[in-house]
């Protein structure tokens, strides 16, 4: 019981500026309905305010201004609905069919599309007196949409980077997760393992995407201050290492889908591997660290970018080892993403230092580009390389499904 009190108390000090940030929207958004406009019943109000702030947390001002006017069209078509057919079980069905439909169209999460929904029905229960047209219900919820969007405007303002830190160490946690996911699959040769943390690993690229969309959003955020300072500098750092994690997400979906097949032998892989990938957990946990505290400006950030290097590196010499011994073909794939892995982490960490490659390339036994020999290409990934200046976002839509296995 302590245990559980200790952790609830944890989780409002850490959540305690979202539920103040609702709670004064709601407030203010019922106050401006009911006091100015006059409205007797602004219930709209308060419920649109707190609908936008919790899903425009972290968004772009475009993006949120359209989830405003997402939830004050959703009013004002099912105040249309009510209005032309008054009220009862079809005009129930007819308001949730257009709202959830309207939701769908602009592409709302699960959330948001429920959260407008059980409005609309409010709206239809509780109709308008007869012979009467409320199209105030409409103009509340363009108020509590409006009145959100300042106030999480102004919270942005004063503290835009925590919220981005606490996502980027929770980005960075979730591929630290699927290598251990995979190791622990591959160790005990688990197929069945193998293929949830694939599973898994397909599913980091969102995860990527949020913290690209994070970083955008708080960006634009500074940009609108009036004085950005040192910050901004941090945020363009974190945007060139977004772009190396999208390409280390992308290597460890890879990784893992070679594990599945790994998986598939039933035969135990050597010892080295197990050390491998722990080693690039340890690199992944040590560059989101690295990440997090350089959007704070501790000076904590170098010693991190030097422990997330030597993992790397260190994940790569014990990976090489296993060249040795003729490896088959899935673990030929899981070494080359390794070393992949470990170059973007690098790079994400030290900036674009012409010499990662070659350490990393050291670090493996390849000739290095001081070495008059054959020039040697490693494969990156399953699929032609891509333009590098793409979004993590963009490079999302442009790809293609990947085939069943």
Request: proline share 5%; charged share 15%; glycine share 6%.
């Given at each position: 019981m302590r245990g559980w009190w200790r952790s609830g108390w944890k989780r409002l000090r850490d959540n305690w500026r979202p539920i103040v940030e609702a709670t004064?929207?709601?407030?203010?958004?019922?106050?401006?309905?009911?006091?100015?406009?006059?409205?007797p019943d602004p219930f709209f109000a308060p419920s649109a305010a707190l609908v936008v702030v919790g899903e425009a947390r972290g968004r772009r001002i475009r993006q949120t201004i359209e989830i405003v006017l997402g939830v004050a069209a959703g009013v004002l078509v099912a105040e249309l609905l009510v209005h032309a057919l008054g009220p009862g079980?079809?005009?129930i069905f007819l308001v949730l069919l257009a709202t959830i439909g309207l939701m769908v169209l602009l592409g709302a999460s699960g959330t948001l599309t429920v959260q407008a929904a059980v409005s609309a029905l409010y709206l239809v229960t509780v109709a308008a007196p007869k012979g009467t047209f409320m199209p105030l219900r409409f103009l509340?919820?363009?108020?509590?949409?409006?009145?959100?969007?300042v106030v999480g405007r102004l919270v942005a303002t004063r503290d835009p980077l925590t919220p981005l830190v606490a996502e980027a160490r929770r980005t960075f946690s979730d591929l630290a997760d699927v290598l251990g996911d995979i190791d622990a699959a591959l160790s005990g040769c688990d197929e069945p393992a193998a293929r949830v943390a694939l599973d898994r690993a397909r599913q980091v690229d969102g995860?990527?995407?949020r913290l690209d969309q994070a970083v955008e959003a708080c960006t634009e955020t500074l940009r609108l201050g009036l004085r950005p300072g040192r910050r901004l500098e941090r945020l363009n750092q974190a945007q060139a290492t977004v772009r190396q994690l999208d390409f280390a997400a992308r290597n460890i979906r890879v990784l893992a889908r070679a594990g599945s097949t790994l998986a598939r032998r039933h035969t135990a892989p050597p010892p080295e591997l197990s050390a491998a990938l722990r080693a690039l957990v340890r690199a992944v946990t040590a560059a989101g660290e690295a990440t997090a505290t350089g959007l704070a400006g501790t000076d904590e950030a170098e010693r991190h970018a030097r422990r997330a290097d030597e993992a790397a590196l260190e994940a790569v010499r014990i990976a090489a080892r296993m060249l040795e011994s003729d490896p088959p073909l899935p673990l030929i794939m899981i070494i080359g993403q390794i070393r992949a892995t470990a170059v973007d982490l690098m790079r994400g960490t030290l900036g674009e230092d012409a010499a990662v490659l070659d350490r990393v390339d050291e670090a493996l036994g390849l000739p290095t580009t001081d070495?008059?020999?054959?020039?040697?290409?490693?494969?990156?990934?399953?699929k032609p390389e891509q333009d590098r200046s793409e979004t993590p976002a963009e490079r999302t839509r442009s790809e293609t499904p990947e085939p069943a296995r």
């Open positions: 004064v929207a709601a407030t203010i958004a019922w106050v401006i309905a009911a006091r100015v406009i006059g409205h079980y079809t005009t509340d919820a363009l108020i509590g949409g409006a009145v959100a969007l995860c990527v995407e070495a008059p020999t054959l020039e040697i290409c490693p494969v990156r990934s399953e």
